[in-house]
């Protein structure tokens, strides 16, 4: 048997020289591993007299703690270095500048929705979701177009069929507006009602200002006192802040949606010339979005009582912000996914937009 006190010497010392967490496992695996010492001497007790095994069997257990516990303070200690050593090798100094090469754009689609968001999130309005792929039901029953209605022409509609119905009005769309989401918020919330829905939409046509997929943004307040003045100022709020101009002159037309009724169309006063249009003086008129205050039958398939409340609604269009925003002539360019026109036209991705921080900040434009 060896002498316990030499052995407690001899494992102390290559205990405290392991330098690293994996030459202590070795020093562990030798003491106490199946094959260690301290193992092995345990096992030879049994041949020992009965007062030496009292005797040995006493030490060799306190010995064995007394391992363990040095093992794990060394353990400890290493694996504190080995971290340290880390963190110092993989120090990342996050003042440095934006690699040159870095050549991400937020594309000018995505700008305006976050132009939008902000201005409608500081005015306390939620955003809304709905799916592109819908029935018919909330695309244009919902929305006072029953089937038949002619309205429904007004928008080139692309149907996908119903595998399990042979009944065309059982077939889904990709919706062909964004107001489907007036009705799918109704179903799922109860007023007061303030709610934004950006997203795509789609129809089947194709020149310099339409394109098969394009965005739009809806807005829908429904209170027991909403009135058409209440449009109004929010939506005067809204283009004053949009095209960051301190008044802007606007004008209502009275129009025509199946949704809502009254219905009206807002123009933006402008200058139009053959090389220029600017946005906020001059004579001529620019239209800008379809509004006007929830009609009865739309409030009813929303589940919501038209005797109790009443709002307005509002539905524009996000690419068309976006070209007379920034001055992009071709929408179909928006869709090409070329990246010298994204560098041209886009921004760089860290210059957010923010009612507090500016939302378009030109200086942010990568041009
Ligand atoms: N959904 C209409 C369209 O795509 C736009 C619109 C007009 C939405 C008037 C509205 C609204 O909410 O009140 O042409």
Known sequence: MENIEELKKELTGSIESASDLKSLEEVRVALLGKKGRITEMMKNLASLSPEEKKEMGRGLNILKSEAEAALESRKEKLAAAELNAKLEKEKVDVTLPVRPECQGRIHPVSKIYEEVVAIFGEMGFEVAEGPDIEDQFHNFNALNMPANHPARQMQDTFYIPNLESDNFDDSYVVRTHTSPVQIRTMENKRPPIRVVAPGRTYRSDYDATHTPMF????????????????????????????????DIPVRYRPSYFPFTEPSAEMDIGCLKTKTELKIGAGTDWLEILGCGMVHPNVLRAGGIDPDEYQGFAFGLGLDRLAMLKYGIPDLRTFFESDVRWLKHYGFVPLDESSMTGGLSNNGGLAR
């Open 215 to 246: 965005h739009q943004i809806e807005g829908l307040v429904i209170d027991k006192t909403t009135t058409m003045a209440h449009l109004k100022g929010c939506l005067y709020d809204f283009v004053k802040a949009f095209f960051e101009l301190d």
